[in-house]
T-cell receptor
Framework: DGGITQSPKYLFRKEGQNVTLSCEQNLNHDAMYWYRQDPGQGLRLIYYSQIVNDFQKGDIAEGYSVSREKKESFPLTVTSAQKNPTAFYLC????????????FGPGTRLTVT | AQSVAQPEDQVNVAEGNPLTVKCTYSVSGNPYLFWYVQYPNRGLQFLLKYITGDNLVKGSYGFEAEFNKSQTSFHLKKPSALVSDSALYFCAVRDNRDSSASKIIFGSGTRLSIRP
């Protein structure tokens, strides 16, 4: 089955540690996105990538980093500089060049204590 | 500024009754509009979109949405609600400031609760 895989589903870390969230897709989509979801605030864009080896900051990129070495993979690192990292993180890919809807993974819930 | 607003945090409907979830938008140029649904601890699922054409758009699970250009609205509707429709619904609009990136701006979400 084609889709987006995010692992793990739940992640726990101590404050001050960096943590990397995985996002893998086998849909052959070029563009990929990372969102953060907090209660009552909808989704906010962290980073996005339109092609391999290229990515741009979204609205809330501070304290996060990404890489796009392969078309299938777009990992997100939450660094210790992110002041409030506890959230639900969603990865998405764009369905096609002329189709603007995005296809979402199941999400990773990160808790930092 | 480009934005999308969902004025209701929660909508409560009895099973079998029609439902409406409201959405208004503000974008420059032509609006590209979407509705997504999210079940607890899951990713978002695409329901429907409006790009051009008929103002009434039909989507998954019996949902439809009506595009109203004069009111800048894109309300989600269903003629007869099911308990299984209970979920969080997001309206979204394409950010026209950079069409090549196809960024989407999401509303804050509306929690739909269908009582038996």
């Amino acid at each position: 089955d084609g889709g987006i895989t995010q692992s793990p589903k739940y992640l726990f870390r101590k404050e001050g540690q960096n943590v990397t969230l995985s996002c893998e897709q086998n849909l052959n989509h070029d563009a990929m996105y990372w969102y953060r979801q907090d209660p009552g605030q909808g989704l906010r864009l962290i980073y996005y990538s339109q092609i391999v080896n290229d990515f741009q900051k979204g609205d809330i990129a501070e304290g996060y980093s990404v890489s796009r070495e392969k078309k299938e993979s777009f990992p997100l690192t939450v660094t210790s500089a992110q002041k409030n990292p506890t959230a639900f993180y969603l990865c998405a890919s764009r369905v096609g060049v002329s189709s603007y809807e995005q296809y979402f993974g199941p999400g990773t819930r990160l808790t930092v204590t | 500024a480009q934005s999308v607003a969902q004025p209701e945090d929660q909508v409560n409907v009895a099973e079998g009754n029609p439902l409406t979830v409201k959405c208004t938008y503000s974008v420059s140029g032509n609006p590209y509009l979407f509705w997504y649904v999210q079940y607890p601890n899951r990713g978002l699922q695409f329901l429907l979109k409006y790009i051009t054409g008929d103002n009434l758009v039909k989507g998954s699970y019996g949902f439809e949405a009506e595009f109203n250009k004069s009111q800048t609205s894109f309300h989600l509707k269903k003629p007869s609600a099911l308990v299984s429709d209970s979920a969080l619904y997001f309206c979204a609009v394409r950010d026209n400031r950079d069409s090549s990136a196809s960024k989407i701006i999401f509303g804050s979400g509306t929690r739909l609760s269908i009582r038996p």
